[in-house]
């Protein structure tokens, strides 16, 4: 009976436990609202016209103006537009919007591989997801922030168009798709060493 009793522990601790139907829901929701962060931040960056102020439209690509309130016309030399240090700071502030969008884009692969092939690293990918999501969040609001900067005498609530608030919107996804990847890992990595072979808590 002894040797039966060490031959089942040892196949019980080979044994991977089974993730619960809420945590599979909740990891499946992340990634869902992490895919729907990284699609509107892709759109509005490559729209890039976040900011409507005296008949002009600034934009991360390219600065527009109206002709007679009927043709929009527009030109990527933001010099024009007569703000200093526009052209560079925008330049910069697309940049890091961009590689936002790409860093996030790596951080949803590992994550969804973690789902797709379980293995003993599949943890490790799901934390090193959700850390560059919050890598992702820093860059994209640091590119928010400086748009803002930049054009801060011509930013009104209204004048921000929709494009803004959804990399806003998505930027924020980031973050709480990040804080909440790193939380659930963390719980269930706590549940996994306390019970390693799946057994019901005692409380």
Do not use: Y
Not at 13 to 24: L, N, T
Not at 51 to 56: E, Q, V
Not at 110 to 119: A, G, T
Not at 144 to 150: K, M, P
């Amino acid at each position: 009976m002894t040797a039966i009793r060490v031959q089942t522990q040892k196949l019980l601790a080979q044994r991977r436990p089974r993730r619960s139907f809420s945590e599979s829901s909740i990891r499946a929701l992340i990634i869902l609202s992490a895919s729907l962060a990284v699609v509107l931040s892709s759109i509005s960056i490559c729209d890039g016209r976040w900011l409507l102020a005296d008949d002009r439209l600034f934009g991360l690509w390219h600065l527009c103006t109206t002709s007679n309130q009927t043709e929009l016309h527009c030109f990527r030399d933001l010099n024009q537009a007569h703000v200093p240090g526009l052209a560079s700071g925008m330049a910069m502030a697309r940049s890091v919007a961009t590689v936002a969008i790409v860093v996030a884009i790596f951080g949803l692969e590992l994550l969804m591989v973690s789902q797709l092939c379980e293995d003993p690293k599949s943890r490790h990918k799901w934390a090193m997801g959700s850390t560059l999501f919050l890598l992702s969040f820093i860059l994209s609001f640091g590119g928010l922030l400086s748009f803002l900067i930049l054009l801060r005498n011509k930013v009104t609530f209204m004048g921000l168009t929709l494009m803004f608030w959804s990399e806003f919107t998505a930027s924020f996804l980031l973050f709480l798709n990040a804080i909440s990847g790193l939380h659930i890992n963390s719980i269930t990595h706590i549940h996994s060493v306390t019970h390693p072979w799946g057994l019901p808590a005692k409380f």
